[in-house]
């Protein structure tokens, strides 16, 4: 089992940046690829970004595209999302999620393949 525990969500305008923060842990050793979606309220949660963690291939949605980058650092279990050119449409509720797949441009977007999932952090973007 993976415990996934999600920071660094907060207020900002647009234009501005910001770095959400995910940690890990448990059996981390079977997430082979982990994202980060966002939810807003009404709407359906939608992939971001993703990883693959065994070679660093990364995958990102067309809106977020140049302007948001995944990263991880395996030594501190933690996953990141750094957020440049916020646009008040990318407000939401930003999941962090794991799965025990190696997931590629056809699947990583794709919630069902995600076994794990953090409680969430709100991204509120204003004008």
């Known amino acids: 089992q993976v415990q996934l525990v999600e920071s660094g969500g907060g207020s900002v305008q647009a234009g501005g940046s910001a770095r959400l923060s995910c940690a890990a842990s448990?059996?981390?050793?079977?997430?082979?690829?982990m994202g980060w979606f966002r939810q807003a309220p009404g709407k359906q949660r939608q992939g971001v970004a993703a990883?693959?963690?065994?070679?660093?291939?990364?995958y990102s949605s067309d809106s977020v595209k140049g302007r948001f980058t995944i990263s991880r650092d395996s030594a501190k279990n933690t996953l990141y999302l750094q957020m440049d050119n916020l646009k008040p449409e990318d407000t939401g509720m930003y999941y962090c999620a794991a799965s025990i797949f190696k997931l590629g441009s056809g699947t990583w977007q794709s919630t069902p393949n995600y076994r794990y999932w953090g409680q969430g952090t709100q991204v509120t973007v204003s004008l």
């Open positions: 990883i693959y963690t065994a070679d660093g291939s990364t």
């Open positions: 448990g059996n981390t050793n079977s997430s082979y690829s």
